[in-house]
């Protein structure tokens, strides 16, 4: 038997167990059941749209595809910058906005007040049934502060459609002699901005002309639909898949096609039958087109549906030959799942594999390579081994920097993980200067609304939120946040961790409520996309309990506790930085109700873990030490207390500085010792906020 064969063999059977693919209780969650409904929907929506829209223009010269209907103009501005005086400057001028548009329908031969009909039916909305002319009612104040909110970065003057209208034409050719009217008509009204979505249609299928016009310096929307279209698409429930997609297929347009034709790719598996047979079939087959699809549906940067991304990726691994490049790639992949889930064990088992593979057949300074190192130090933080990950993600720069050089995004990621890293072991000066290397070449390189961008702003914030920088940290945090929020969706883990931990900044910062509002919508969206056992969960749940106990909710802060720290000893193990800190912030709850022997035991758990996995200077050991010396300080044992507040006073000195709240926090515990400040206000800090790195795809 030659070397490679029994390489394959030894590859098969080490691995057989983790690319097993067990379909035989298959089952959908509500979540994943809720999304491939919808991508069936959508695709039934579009295809019919799209059939219809063929069907209404064989018999004419599709008149709207000429170039003088092109879409042109940026989004325009409101003289106004409050959302309240572009209210009221809205309800000032529109009354000559609506006298306008119905001179012009009339003028065309149309009654604006007729009842749109298709096919006898009219065309009914939320507002009742459309017009040939409809004018709605301004959009009103909660609505658009959300909107101004959402997509315009807080800014009023975007607010466009504060006044709208719509016209409802039975052909193109009266679309048309409309839309030649109002450009007629310059004295009284200026078009600044057209949308043609019939030429280039929502995702949905769905197609209008959308035009803003400039009617006495106020900006107002006209949308202009042709009937059969616009009857077709309210009774698919068109704008319902739009609504829910919307956060899937924001960006550029090649962000739409890129990821409607992976819906297409789906096709007729999903439409017209059970979702979940459907699904399963797919998984059961050899069609590679429909399981790359799903593959990517479910993957991190769309759905964030991971268990369904491991079958799809363990399936397409089956219909490889075994040991060639490909195969390994493949490995890398359903290790990259594994690690998604939380299940770090078998993400590195696979990563090794693939890494060995790799290694003979490309090479220790193949691009390919170097992310699969990369990736296995991602691992080995998750994991709480920061040596080792710090050690690999040298070795991964090193090569990068040599095949790639330094303004590549994959060595700037690279850059950006070792900052994790070392903020992780509490190196914080080493952390910021590489966070802030990373983050000047992922501009320069990406933009600032690039994923991988995003994550390394709320990198530094959390490197600045341990600084006790809560000023910058907040400016980042928002940046990051509204930038995912906008580029991935609300739902999506990288945005729901970035709310985690500006959560735990407004807890640091004492403002509760909005630290509580935050928690309690990642926790959320982590429980139901990634599972209520999933280590970015049980953080999250972790430090809610935190805030619990800060607003002196003893009870229910010690049940999440309880709740998060079965879990990561289960998820993690006893070791892990998350665990310890769990155990730490337990025992804070203990020893603010006066269970000083409770919190010592604890302090003491997590103590003897810290000097294991982080070492004796890291700042999370120095204050579970200064906690520990606060219980034996209540304890009246003053000596013992003494002894450990001052090792720890000098460590955070070094690490952290005489300014920050910790140092502080220990100076005045040890003026309390030495009887210098009577009836001083104990406030022990929480844990140390851990951090979650960015992931390869």
């Not at 040298?394 to 060595?411: D, I, N, V």
């Not at 025992?587 to 109700?593: D, H, M």
């Not at 120095?622 to 000098?650: C, H, W």
Request: one cysteine or more; glycine letters at 6%.
């Amino acid at each position: 038997m030659s070397s490679k064969q029994q390489q394959e063999t030894t590859v098969n059977n080490n691995t057989s167990d983790l690319l097993a693919l067990d379909l035989e209780n298959f089952s959908l969650s509500p979540y994943i059941e809720e999304i491939f409904t919808n991508v069936a929907g959508l695709l039934l929506c579009k295809k019919k749209a799209d059939n219809l829209y063929l069907d209404s223009v064989q018999s004419n010269d599709k008149l709207l595809e000429d170039p003088e209907f092109q879409s042109f103009g940026a989004p325009p501005e409101q003289a106004f910058n409050t959302v309240e005086g572009v209210i009221t400057d809205a309800r000032q001028k529109k009354p000559e906005f609506d006298n306008l548009l119905q001179m012009i329908v009339e003028e065309k031969g149309l009654d604006p007040n007729q009842e749109v009909m298709v096919n006898g039916e009219p065309i009914v909305k939320d507002f009742g049934s459309y017009k040939i002319l409809t004018l709605t009612d301004l959009k009103n104040e909660k609505r658009c502060h959300t909107k101004i909110k959402n997509k315009y970065d807080g800014n009023a003057r975007f607010l466009s459609d504060v006044g709208r209208a719509t016209i409802v034409c039975s052909t193109e050719e009266e679309l048309v002699n409309v839309i030649r009217a109002l450009r007629k008509r310059k004295e009284e009204v200026d078009i600044v901005r057209i949308k043609n979505r019939v030429t280039n249609p929502l995702f949905t299928g769905g197609r209008h002309i959308l035009m803003n016009v400039k009617v006495n310096n106020h900006v107002f929307e006209i949308q202009l639909h042709q009937a059969d279209l616009l009857f077709y698409y309210t009774n698919a429930d068109g704008h319902k898949y739009y609504e829910f997609f919307l956060e899937h297929f924001v960006g550029t347009s090649a962000y739409y096609q890129k990821r409607t034709e992976i819906f297409d790719r789906i096709g007729e598996a999903v439409l017209g039958s059970n979702i979940t047979i459907a699904i399963k079939m797919i998984l059961e087959g050899t069609d590679e087109k429909k399981l790359e699809a799903l593959k990517e549906i479910t993957a991190l940067n769309i759905f964030a549906t991971h268990d369904i991304n491991l079958m799809a990726n363990k399936r397409l691994q089956a219909l490889m030959k075994i040991g060639d490049v490909k195969w390994y790639n493949g490995l890398k992949n359903i290790a990259l799942a594994y690690d998604n889930q939380g299940k770090y064990d078998e993400a590195m088992e696979l990563y090794q594999q693939a890494l060995e593979g790799q290694l003979s057949a490309m090479g220790d300074n193949h691009p390919s390579t170097l992310v699969t190192i990369g990736s296995m130090a991602i691992v080995y933080v998750n994991q709480g081994k920061y040596d080792k990950a710090l050690e690999l993600d040298q070795k991964a720069l090193e090569g990068q920097l040599l095949a790639l050089g330094e303004a590549h995004p994959s060595t700037l990621e690279t850059i950006g993980h070792m900052a994790i890293v070392y903020c992780r072991q509490g190196k914080y000066d080493k952390a910021l200067e590489l966070d802030q290397k990373a983050l000047e070449g992922q501009l320069s390189a990406l933009g600032d609304n690039h994923p991988s961008t995003l994550v390394t702003m709320g990198n530094m914030a959390t490197l600045y939120t341990e600084l006790g920088k809560y000023d910058k940290a907040l400016e980042l945090y928002q940046k990051a946040l509204e930038g995912q929020s906008s580029a991935m969706g609300d739902n999506h883990p990288s945005t729901l961790f970035t709310m985690s931990n500006m959560a735990d900044l407004y807890t640091e910062l004492g403002k509760y409520d909005k630290a509580l509002e935050l928690y309690q919508k990642a926790l959320e969206g982590q429980s139901s996309a990634m599972g209520d056992n999933h280590p970015s969960t049980l953080f999250t749940m972790s430090n809610m309990a935190a805030l619990y106990s800060e607003q002196e909710k003893y009870d229910k802060a010690l049940e999440l506790f309880q709740q998060a720290l079965e879990g990561q000893l289960s998820a993690l193990g006893d070791n892990h930085p998350s665990t310890l800190f769990t155990m730490s912030n337990m025992a804070v709850v203990y020893f603010s109700q006066g269970k000083y022997d409770q919190a010592l035991e604890l302090f003491q758990q997590a103590l003897e873990g810290k000097l294991l996995a982080l070492g004796d200077n890291h700042p999370s050991t120095l204050v579970t030490m200064s906690n520990i010396a606060s219980v034996y300080f209540r304890q009246g044992n003053y000596d013992k207390a003494l002894e450990l507040f001052q090792p720890s006073l000098e460590g955070l000195l070094s690490v952290l500085g005489e300014a920050h709240p910790s140092t502080l926090n220990t100076k005045a515990w040890i003026s309390q010792v030495n009887g210098k400040r009577e009836g001083w206000i104990h406030g022990l800090m929480k844990c140390w906020s851990s951090h979650k790195s960015h992931r390869w795809e």
